[in-house]
């Protein structure tokens, strides 16, 4: 059994082209295993080959991330500060990609895909505008929900990237699935919404996935402090969100699985409980959720 796992890190990024293989190693020597999302088909598809190169603790999502449905040009420095010089992989061009039913559908066929994700809502850049900013919502809203369906359709959780949409996202959770007694599961990626949404989500039976910003003060954001504190440790999943949001500790530019231990370690803080307790709890959370293999 793993002592922790990284739900969230795209080792199947750009930032990992060189070293994907020997990264995912690092993790899996020290008992960390990975789950590798996909944010539109090439990266999906590259998160399934990435993964069937391991017999075990590797393991792909697959889905559009909801800003690749645009083309714009993207700089992680929205999320992270640079200490050096940029490196290439923090600027990058989205396309306006359309999801394909079929053809995500056949990636996940492979045994190594454990979610559909990661997929959801972003309105954190939106068209200046009422009526292109509703249709840049509805498009979102519609690829979405053709998203949730294949995972219905394949028995699958969802992996849920929600930024400055948190009441779109639950409204459409609640209308459409009548959840939690619905087969929809999923968890909520780098939560930042607030406590009062949290409650919400909660009784939805939805986790939440923690990672470096909870090291990071952000004043247009919550303090996930607040949030950790609250919810229940059976509800908590550890992430990086590699390479991106680097722990302080890390002291590097690129996030990988490995220090997905930082996080462990901080919510073993906030929450006054043994790191052990935090591992074993958080493990078998994600061994539930992904329904994961030994």
Known sequence: MPFLIDTHGHVNFNAFRNDADDVLGRALKNDTWVIMPGSQYSTSQRAVEIAERFKNGVFAAVGIHPIHLEHREVDVM???????????????????????????????????????????????????????????????????????????????????????????????????????????????????????????FLDLGLYFGFNGLIFKKVPALPDPREIISFLPLDRILLETDSPYLVPSQAAVERNEPLFVKYVAQEISRIKNIPLEKVAEITTQNALTLFHLSF
Not at 99 to 128: M, Q, R, T
Not at 136 to 158: C, D, G, H, M, W
């Open 78 to 200: 929205e999320v992270q500060s640079a200490k050096g010089e940029k490196e290439s992989w923090m600027t990058f061009e989205t396309r306006a990609e359309e999801f394909d039913h079929e053809a995500y559908k056949d990636l996940a066929k492979s045994k190594k895909v454990v979610a559909i994700g990661e997929v959801g809502l972003d309105y954190y850049y939106e068209p200046k505008g009422k009526a292109k900013r509703e249709e840049f919502r509805a498009r979102q809203k519609e690829t979405l929900e053709k998203q949730i369906s294949l995972a219905l359709e394949l028995n699958l959780p969802v992996i849920l990237h929600c930024r400055a949409a948190h009441p779109d996202l639950f409204n459409l959770l609640t209308t459409r699935y009548p959840l939690p007694t619905s087969d929809f599961r999923g968890v909520l990626h780098c939560y930042t919404g607030n406590l009062e949404q949290a409650k919400k």
